[in-house]
Nanobody
Framework: QVQLVESGGGLVQAGGSLRLSCAAS????????MGWFRQAPGKEREFVAG????????YYADSVKGRFTISRDNAKKTVSLQMNSLKPEDTAVYYC???????????????????WGQGTQVTVSS
């Protein structure tokens, strides 16, 4: 079993920054690709960023490209999302997720991930 716990959410003004972290349990964290998703009120959960097992490959949604950076530390079993130049439309609950299928493909769909954290709220005021 894998447990994922997000932290780092909060309230920030537009243009500000936040750094989200996701801590994972389990001995084989370093084998798996990871993703960040978000869900705004009344909207479907959407892909934000993904990273492969080594950290060498990353993908971003167009809406966050150039503003957000995903990274991981396999020794610490953490994946992070640095969010800069935040906008009110970034307001959402942010979730980290783990894809337990070992392989090179970083998935961007919800169905591509098997384990999810409980989420952390990010609110950006205008």
């Amino acid at each position: 079993q894998v447990q994922l716990v997000e932290s780092g959410g909060g309230l920030v003004q537009a243009g500000g920054s936040l750094r989200l972290s996701c801590a994972a349990s389990g001995r084989t964290f370093s084998s798996f690709n990871m993703g960040w998703f978000r869900q705004a009120p009344g909207k479907e959960r959407e892909f934000v960023a993904g990273i492969n097992w080594s950290g060498g490959v990353t993908y971003y949604a167009d809406s966050v490209k150039g503003r957000f950076t995903i990274s991981r530390d396999n020794a610490k079993k953490t994946v992070s999302l640095q969010m800069n130049s935040l906008k009110p439309e970034d307001t959402a609950v942010y979730y980290c997720a783990l894809d337990r299928r070992v392989g090179p493909v970083v998935r961007t769909s919800i169905t591509g991930y098997d384990y999810w954290g409980q989420g952390t709220q990010v609110t950006v005021s205008s």
